[in-house]
């Protein structure tokens, strides 16, 4: 993902996520006891956690981090992957808070392992600038946000119903948008910005 502008940078929210794997593999590769019948939970997926795997009371295994053993997505802070790791690996079914990269570039990554890997998630991407003052963000075709973000003007009434700003303020029928019958609804927009979606796993 790349900003519309070398001075932006790109957050990513997700708007739906659901990354696991049902049937765990062991941290060393081998099988774990009773394997196929220790589904991974995702409601307890802690991505700041990491630790080797424990023996439950039940005597299933469990992980300190779920990730490690199935399905995850990963950002970078750059272009590709060789770019710093934004965060822990993230996996389950909460939606992440919103990922923001530091430059104009943003990578996301996506691996499924372990079996019947569970894979869905929506989520959209924008460009922005922040620390604007009233009279900076007036001098480019920027969007003043309430929580001090700059978004390009074709985000705001856009149509899509999308939050670009975060707060609501780009898609508000009160002023500064007023989007009620009095932008361009449906019009093409020309601003960086997208949707993404789960949909081509990469195996590991």
């Known amino acids: 993902m790349q900003a519309a502008s070398p001075r932006d940078k790109v957050q990513f929210q997700f708007r739906f996520f659901l990354v696991y794997s049902l049937l765990r593999l062991a941290p060393s590769g081998g099988s774990l006891p009773n394997a196929t019948r220790a589904p991974l939970s995702p409601e307890t997926a802690r991505p700041s956690q990491r630790g080797p795997g424990q023996p439950s009371s039940g005597g299933d ?54 079996q019947q890997p569970r894979v869905d998630f929506v989520g959209d991407f924008t460009s922005f600038r922040l620390g604007f003052s009233t009279s900076e963000c007036s001098e480019e075709p920027y969007f003043q ?46 601003g960086r910005q997208g949707r993404g979606r789960g949909s081509t796993p990469e195996s590991r």
């Open 145 to 190: 946000c309430r929580n001090s973000k700059c978004i390009p003007m074709s985000l705001v009434c856009d149509g899509t119903g999308i939050d670009n700003c975060g707060d609501g303020s780009d898609q508000a029928a009160h002023p500064p948008a007023k989007c009620r019958g009095q932008c361009g609804w449906g019009e093409p927009r020309e």
């Open 61 to 114: 295994w469990e992980l300190q981090d779920p990730c490690n053993a199935g399905s995850f997505v990963q950002f970078y802070d750059g272009r590709d992957r060789a770019a710093e790791p934004l965060g822990f690996p993230l996996c389950g079914k909460s939606i992440p808070r919103p990922i923001l990269s530091t430059g104009n570039y943003l990578t996301l990554r996506l691996v499924t392992r372990g």
